[in-house]
């Protein structure tokens, strides 16, 4: 069977699904200048209702903040570099309260879970726990659609289209 | 081109909030902007790069600035380092 060569072509990633569940607001509704003011980059934001984070889309893990554990990085098959970051000023707690599930360079899948964060603990330290998604490189894609408004089922609700 | 080292003062080193001004900094100038610490480095411009390194405080970072504006930039970014780092 020389001539059955089997070419899988990887499809490019085209959207991003809501990485923990709850209402999603636009990324200039968040507390804090440094996301609203989109320095980072464009994106959306989560108010979560539950702990578990997920992977919004298949993508390569790029970074993870170091010791603070509060932020992941993720490069995706279509040039995309994401950012999400869990909670306002939460580098402050030095990883508590945090507990990443992957390392830098691993492969992960839509849905995969990638931390988990305790509520609870980080509110009562003071800090919201507002997830944010940026688009670190957002300007190289200004066709992108951000969705916000809607009360987001994790790993359903689409909360960006590329 | 052009470089300078720093050690940082910030206590939390170089996170998200003052990687994502130094990104804004450095996307002003022309250059390329390349901060390094023991072996790793990172173009300035690159939000997931610069957090990727994890620079604490206390470490020393060098950065090399290389292009045509290269004197506006190093002096740009070497006073953004000394204000926010």
């Given amino acids: 069977m020389g001539f059955f060569r089997k070419k899988e072509k990887e499809e490019l990633v085209k959207s991003l699904k809501a990485f923990v569940p709850g209402k999603v607001i636009a990324i200039t509704e968040v507390n804090d200048q440094v996301f609203s003011s989109k320095a980072l980059g464009n994106g959306v934001a989560i108010q979560p209702t539950a702990q578990i984070v997920t992977a919004p889309c298949d993508g390569v893990i790029s970074m993870v903040a170091e010791d603070s554990n509060h932020a992941i990085g993720m490069t995706l098959n279509n040039g995309v570099e994401l950012l999400l970051h869990i909670g306002l000023d939460t580098v402050n707690l030095n990883g508590e309260g945090f507990h990443v599930f992957v390392k830098a360079d691993a492969k992960v899948k839509q849905g995969d879970k990638l931390m988990e964060f305790d509520k609870e603990f980080i509110e009562s330290k003071g800090f919201e726990t507002t997830c944010i998604l940026v688009v670190t490189n957002s300007d190289d894609y200004p066709d992108a659609e951000y969705l916000s408004g809607m009360e987001a089922v994790q790993n359903e609700t689409e909360i960006c289209r590329f | ?85």
């Fill in chain 2, 1 to 85: 081109m052009k470089k300078f080292e720093y050690v940082i003062k910030d206590e939390l080193g170089i996170h998200a909030r003052p990687a994502g001004l130094l990104i804004k900094e450095a996307k002003k100038y022309k250059s390329k902007i390349v901060i390094s610490k023991a072996g790793k480095s990172a173009e300035a411009t690159k939000l997931i790069a610069v957090m990727g390194m994890a620079v604490k405080c206390g470490q020393t970072v060098e950065v090399e600035v290389s292009g045509d504006d290269e004197e506006a930039a190093f002096e740009g970014i070497r006073a953004f380092f000394e204000e926010n780092l």
